[in-house]
């Protein structure tokens, strides 16, 4: 692959710098975020060999690896590292990944414009490209120190595994040795940039061992590990119902505990500090607040489904979708097949609670933590405390996972820390959410109806579609409402059934948006989390009752989507479809495109005598572009397949008059390690650019698993989670 010939100077600092130059997507912020700069290259003597934003070549002959992303346990690290290490032909054991301070001017992610954050599967996707030209242009400067310290001619200088060579001369040296040399070289012209093709590849499409292992030996940072002089940790008392406002404080009992410092109304709560986390909380417990409830949530979830159900016969909604004329084609249909699909508010309950650790000074604002949307929050934060965005200083640590929580529009739990820490000018806060606070004081994955109506004609072919979804938006009144809404319609509510890949000559998908006092945020694969279940449950029901194989019927609609149709095809060879099984077991299958990437599962079931699912083994195939990291790539498909069966199998918030009803993983249910079937993960061969892999396992897991139910017991299951009892 060819950097492109005609490429601009501009644009190769883009690439290389973080310039934003991508799609802008609407995020109103200031103009200090927006405004674009040309990146400083260091060309002075220097212990640090800089050529770009990207690397940081020391004298020590390691290999600083600028990461732009958050690592919350998906593989960033390696797989940034990888791109950089491949094209700089640097020896894996050198390379060492770093995290990049929050500067959108140079770290912003390229999928959205001038804006740093991770999210949307958007990692390695917007990177490939820029990391790639990133280690071609250090190893072209490296070349050219080498030339010029051995007096030879560069195109006789080679790199391989860290080490310069000179063959003819029998010279050899490092990167370190060259770093200063290396420092003083001009950056190179774009076009005598010319990137690996796949067949030279080295690191990508090989398995390479992570480099995320403090992981393993503990030295690793999480934010529960930061520890500065002075600091005090604090909780917060959240009001039980969403919407509620703190009337009265009677802080006596609290103050009088040992160790509590102090008691901090903030707008979302009341925060105890303490020197240590049991006291705090100790501390939170004894304390008496009087809730003004006045404007508070009375939802009741069941209730809330009855009114969506309503609005789903009742009324029209939105048109997100309009092909050919769904109902009159419905009325001519041979056959018709009608369902109607619950699905709940979901927490994202990630390993790791909540956490943010604060200082506010004279100097601005420092802040400790699993940092997902820098942009946002130094956006926010400096808007509270009236200071320069770069005033804001991100230090972003590992993360125990996110699943969306961490990436939030309104960065809740970082204000809180800011807050509290401005009323604490000086003494870093440690802000900790328990457990209960995490499943209790949102924000959840929007809960959803879907009432949905498909026909075929004498032949068995489906001739229409009409499906009305209902449910809140996750964009609207966010930074992202100008990108994500259009015309009313919350993309995120409707993707993956919008842009169905079954060929339906009449189409209709229509979204009733709703106003209700709960907080909702993305949640791991967002709108595809609902509509591929439905989809797909739907689509298997045409086939049987078009008498038709499930695969073979959605192979004949595939026709225009070649690379749905690799997946299905591979995953049926792969899992042996159509294989005998042993009585109670059924197969299931789901094909499934989101973040551009294209997955297929076959799902083996069994139901026991007493109603109990039990999901045996699933066989995944994925097309995802160039596979850089397989070994990562499966591990996130793994992982994906689990996250989708808690919710298919067990997951689900509910809501009584306002408040939540679970509060921990005995009654908010994950899945157990016993629940975890074998899994099988295949990666289609490609030389696409590479796409998302952390979410796109998710999607087709729930309704292939449905579907095996069906063939093992002949019944249909609508809802989530799936429950035959």
């Known amino acids: 692959m060819m950097v492109d010939q005609g490429i601009s100077r501009r644009r190769f600092l883009t690439l290389v710098g973080g310039v934003g130059a991508g799609l802008t997507i609407g995020i109103n912020l200031p103009a200090a975020i927006t405004k674009k700069a040309t990146p400083e290259v260091s060309v002075t003597e220097t212990s640090i060999f800089e050529p770009n934003a990207f690397i940081k070549i020391h004298t020590d002959n390691t290999v600083s690896v ?99 060579s000179h063959k003819a001369s029998n010279k050899k040296t490092t990167f370190g040795e060259l770093a200063n040399l290396a420092a003083k070289q001009s950056i190179p012209d774009e076009k005598s940039l010319i990137l690996k093709e796949p067949k030279d590849f080295v690191y990508i499409g ?223 806060i440690k802000l900790v959410w328990t457990r209960e606070d995490d499943i ?53 509510s409707i993707e993956g059934a919008s842009n169905l890949s079954y060929s339906i000559p009449n189409l209709q998908v229509n979204l009733h948006t709703v106003d209700v006092n709960v907080p909702v945020l993305w949640w791991r694969s967002v709108g595809h989390t609902h509509t591929a279940f439905s989809t797909e449950v739907i689509i298997d029901e045409l086939a049987h009752a078009a008498g038709k194989d499930p695969v073979e019927f959605r192979a004949k609609l595939m026709d225009k989507h070649p690379r749905h149709l690799g997946v299905l095809k591979m995953v049926a060879e792969k899992a042996k479809w159509g294989k005998s099984l042993p009585k109670g077991h059924g197969l299931g299958v789901a094909v499934h495109e989101s973040f551009d990437s294209f997955a297929a599962q076959v799902a083996e079931v069994s139901v026991s005598d007493k109603s109990e699912i039990r999901v045996h083994r699933v066989v995944c195939v994925i097309d995802c572009g160039i596979a850089v990291n397989p070994d990562i790539i499966k591990a996130q498909i793994q992982g994906g397949i689990g996250f989708g069966l808690a919710a298919a199998l067990e997951s689900e918030i509910t809501l009584e008059n306002g408040q939540v009803v679970q509060s921990n993983f005995h009654d908010y249910k994950v899945l157990r390690m016993n629940q975890m079937p074998e899994v099988e993960v295949h990666i289609m061969p490609s030389t696409k650019p590479p796409t998302g892999v952390g979410e796109p396992g998710t999607p087709p897991i729930a309704p292939a698993v449905a579907n095996a139910i069906f063939a093992a017991t002949g019944k249909r299951l609508y809802n989530l989670p799936l429950k035959l009892a």
């Not at 959840?444 to 068995?460: I, Q, S």
Request: with cysteine; proline share 4%.
């Open 440 to 492: 209790r004081a949102g924000y959840f994955r929007p809960m959803y109806f879907h009432k949905v109506k498909a026909g075929l004609d004498k032949n068995g072919n489906p001739i229409a579609w009409e499906h009305h979804v209902v449910g809140q938006s996750i964009a609207a009144g966010t930074p992202f409402e100008g990108f994500l809404v259009k015309d009313g319609i919350d993309k995120t």
């Open 66 to 164: 600028i990461i732009k992303h958050l690592e919350m346990g998906q593989g960033t690290y390696t797989g940034l590292s990888t791109l950089v290490a491949e094209e700089l032909n640097a020896d894996w054991a050198q390379i060492k990944p770093e995290n990049a301070p929050a500067d959108p001017k140079r770290y912003n992610n390229t999928s959205w414009g001038p804006y740093q954050g991770t999210g949307g599967s958007s990692g390695l996707a917007n990177s490939f490209e820029q990391l790639r030209i990133a280690g071609a242009a250090a190893k072209a400067m490296l070349v050219a120190a080498a030339a010029e310290l051995w007096q030879v001619n560069r195109a006789e200088v080679t790199v391989e595994k860290g080490v310069v």
């Open 206 to 428: 090989k398995k390479v061992a992570r480099n995320d292992h403090g992981k393993i030996d503990g030295s690793a940072i999480f934010t529960q590990d930061v520890k500065l002089d002075g600091l005090l940790t604090a909780v917060i008392a959240h009001p039980p119902r969403f919407g509620g406002k703190v009337r009265a404080i009677n802080r006596k009992k609290t103050l009088a505990i040992k160790g509590v410092i102090d008691v901090v109304e903030v707008p979302s709560g009341v925060a105890v500090l303490a020197k240590d986390f049991w006291t705090a909380k100790k501390g939170r417990d004894a304390l008496e607040i009087d809730w003004d409830n006045s404007k508070a949530s009375t939802v009741t979830t069941h209730k809330l489904m009855a009114d969506y159900k309503r609005k789903a016969n009742e009324e029209a909604g939105l048109a997100a979708t309009h092909k050919g004329d769904a109902k009159k084609a419905l009325e001519k249909a041979d056959k018709v097949i009608e369902a109607s699909f619950e699905f709940p508010y979901l927490a994202h309950a990630p390993m790791e609670p909540i956490n943010c650790v604060a200082l506010v000074n004279k100097q601005g604002c420092e802040i400790w933590n699993g940092a997902q949307f820098h942009t946002v929050d130094q956006s926010i934060v400096s808007s509270i405390l009236g200071i320069k965005p770069e005033q804001v200083k991100i230090n972003t640590l590992f993360a125990g996972g996110s699943f969306g929580r961490r990436a939030n529009p309104y960065s809740d739990y970082i204000v809180e820390a800011v807050h509290i820490a401005n009323a604490k000018k000086g003494t870093p």
